[in-house]
C-alpha cells in the first residue's frame, strides 16, 4: 500500500508540474497576442449567459449564444496557429486523463512511478532538498590550481555548475550523456540531488539508483518475482533521465557487468540520457570493466571530473551540516 500511495503522489506531483508549464507557456502566448485573453474572457462570459439561457428554457437565446461562442472560438484559433492547443485543458496523461487507472488496470503513467519508486534507492529527504544549484556553495574548492598549468578546482566546480544548469534548462534539447569522476566528498552526488531537483520541479521521470541496488534489483526481479527481462528495463528506458551513482562500488561480476551493459546500452540505443558517477578514474573503470562497457562509456560519456577535498570533512570540521 505504501509503494501504491507514493506512486500517486509522484504522479500528481508531475500532473502539477505538467500543468505549471502549460500555465507559462499560456500567460507568454497572451502576452504575445492580447487579443487571445480578451478572446479568452468574452467566451467565459458567454457560457455564463449561455447557462442561464439553458435554465431558463429559452432555446433561441441558447441557439445564438453557442454560435457566437463558436465564433469567438474560430477566432482564437486562426489567431493561435499552431499554438492553439496551449488554449484548452490538456492531460499529463491523456490515455488515462490523469486518473491513472484504467478499465483494466493502472495506466502506464502510474507504471512508471511505482517503477521509478521500485527501482530508485533515492529518496528527495530534507538534506537532498536542500542540495540546488543555488546552494552548491564553490567556496569548499581551492582557488589555487593542483598543478601548474591547471584551472582551480573552484574554477573547475564553477565550469560544471554553469554546465549542468544549461544542461537542466535545455533539457528537452540537450541529449547527451554525463560521467561524473573523483574522489568522495566532492561534491557528485550534491551535483546529482541538483540535477534531480531541478528536472523534477519541471516534471521529468527520473530513476537514481546506485549500481549496486540496480544490479540486486535486477536479480531480485528475475530469481524472485519471476519478471521477464522486458518488464524489467522497461522503466529503466521510460523514465526521462537514469541516473547511477557510484559505479565501481558494487561487486563486480561477469553477471553485474552483464546487467549494467544490458541498461546502459539499451539507454543509449533508445537515445535516452544518462548520468554516471563514480569515485574512480576513467583509467580505472577501464580496468575494472570489460570492453564492451568500458567502451560505451570511454565513447557515449562526457567526463566531467570533480576536484578538492573532501567537503564533508570541511563541513565537519566548521560544525556544518
Known amino acids: 500500500m505504501k509503494t501504491y500511495n507514493e506512486a500517486f503522489a509522484l504522479l500528481l506531483k508531475k500532473q502539477a508540474a505538467y500543468q505549471f508549464k502549460q500555465r507559462k507557456k499560456r500567460a507568454a502566448l ?59 485543458h490538456s492531460y499529463y496523461c491523456s490515455i488515462c486523463k490523469d486518473t491513472g487507472i484504467l478499465p483494466d488496470g493502472i495506466c502506464q503513467c502510474l507504471n512508471q512511478c511505482l517503477a521509478e519508486i521500485s527501482f530508485s534507492s533515492y529518496d528527495l529527504k530534507t ?23 591547471s584551472i582551480s578546482p573552484r574554477a573547475n566546480a564553477r565550469n560544471i555548475k554553469l554546465n549542468m544548469l544549461g544542461y537542466c534548462q535545455a533539457f528537452e534539447t540537450i541529449h547527451e550523456n554525463f560521467l561524473f569522476t573523483g574522489p568522495p566528498g ?25 549500481a549496486a541496488h540496480l544490479v540486486s534489483s535486477i536479480q531480485d526481479q528475475i530469481f524472485k518475482e519471476k519478471k521477464t527481462a522486458a518488464h524489467i528495463f522497461e522503466p529503466l528506458l521510460l523514465c526521462d533521465l537514469l541516473i547511477i551513482d557510484d559505479i565501481g562500488a558494487e561487486f563486480s561480476s561477469e553477471y553485474s557487468q552483464k546487467q549494467l551493459y544490458e541498461v546502459i546500452d539499451s539507454r543509449l540505443n533508445a537515445e535516452k540520457n544518462m548520468i554516471i558517477s563514480s569515485n574512480l578514474s576513467l583509467l580505472k573503470i577501464n580496468e575494472l570493466y570489460d570492453e564492451r562497457l568500458s567502451s560505451r562509456i570511454r565513447g557515449y560519456f562526457k567526463t566531467m571530473p570533480f576536484q578538492g577535498d573532501d567537503i564533508r570533512i570541511i563541513k565537519a570540521r566548521k560544525g556544518r551540516p
Open 30 to 88: 497572451y502576452q504575445r497576442i492580447p487579443e487571445l485573453s480578451a478572446l479568452d474572457n468574452e467566451i467565459n462570459r458567454m457560457g455564463v449567459a449561455l447557462t442561464r439561457a439553458t435554465i431558463a428554457n429559452d432555446l433561441d437565446k441558447t441557439a445564438k449564444i453557442r454560435q457566437t461562442m463558436n465564433d469567438l472560438e474560430a477566432q482564437k484559433i486562426a489567431l493561435s496557429g499552431n499554438h492553439h492547443p496551449l488554449l484548452s
Open 186 to 210: 566532492v561534491g557528485k552526488t550534491f551535483m546529482s540531488n541538483c540535477i534531480v531537483n531541478k528536472l523534477t520541479e519541471k516534471g521529468y521521470s527520473i530513476v537514481y539508483v546506485t
Open 127 to 149: 538534506q537532498a532538498r536542500l542540495e540546488t544549484f543555488e546552494n552548491f556553495d564553490l567556496n569548499y574548492y581551492p582557488d589555487q590550481p593542483t598543478s601548474p598549468g
